[in-house]
């Protein structure tokens, strides 16, 4: 049975790949197309900087709002802002650019890309065993490089570009395309 939409794992007794494993052309043709769908979640760069939706929020609540809005609107948008703050104050630690860029591709592969588990020593190892090894070894590689102060500002500074723009731009307008995909409207209870 197949299912509509999806990228499939392996062929069917065609026999295109060996038994033991897929061929490093298949992996790619799947990363392509997952790194599409990925990337589908992005919002036009024209639509995030739109000077007009740009407004100074009435009060504290109204700026909380158009936060979580525009956080989930423009979530993957935000996280490349951050990744290009992060590799720009990088441009002057090249060593720590290295481990940086060998990091992303770990997690790339391990984690983002993959669509079969990962099995160590027969053993299925889990989504969140995975996410907490790749977080701690990229901490420690990166520790390593003495160029620890550099990315926490980087992060921070990145975080701090994310907010504010959330926080100024009027989320009206893409308040209605989140309905659904991250949260569900709770109806009002009935007035007896």
Do not use: Q
Not at 128 to 136: E, H, K
Request: glycine share 6%; charged share 15%.
């Amino acid at each position: 049975m197949s299912k509509y939409g999806t990228i499939p794992t392996s062929s069917s007794s065609s026999g295109a790949a060996p038994s033991g494993g897929a061929s490093p052309l298949d992996f790619f043709s799947r990363a392509k197309a997952r790194g599409a769908t990925a990337l589908a979640t992005r919002r036009p760069w024209r639509e995030l900087g739109d000077l007009h939706a740009i407004g100074i929020p009435p009060s504290l609540a109204d700026a909380y709002l158009r936060v979580r809005a525009n956080l989930s609107h423009f979530a993957m948008n935000y996280a490349i802002v951050v990744l290009v703050v992060v590799f720009l104050s990088l441009l002057w630690h090249p060593v720590s650019l290295i481990v940086f860029l060998v990091c992303m591709v770990a997690w790339l592969v391990l984690y983002f890309l993959r669509d079969e588990p990962i099995v160590l020593f027969g053993r299925v190892v889990g989504d969140g065993a995975v996410l907490a090894v790749l977080a701690v070894v990229t901490f420690i590689l990166l520790l390593l490089t003495n160029a620890t102060a550099n990315i926490l500002s980087a992060l921070l500074v990145g975080l701090v570009l994310v907010v504010l723009h959330a926080a100024l731009r009027k989320a009206e307008d893409n308040a209605d395309d989140e309905v659904g995909r991250w949260y569900t409207p709770v109806p009002p209870p009935p007035s007896h």
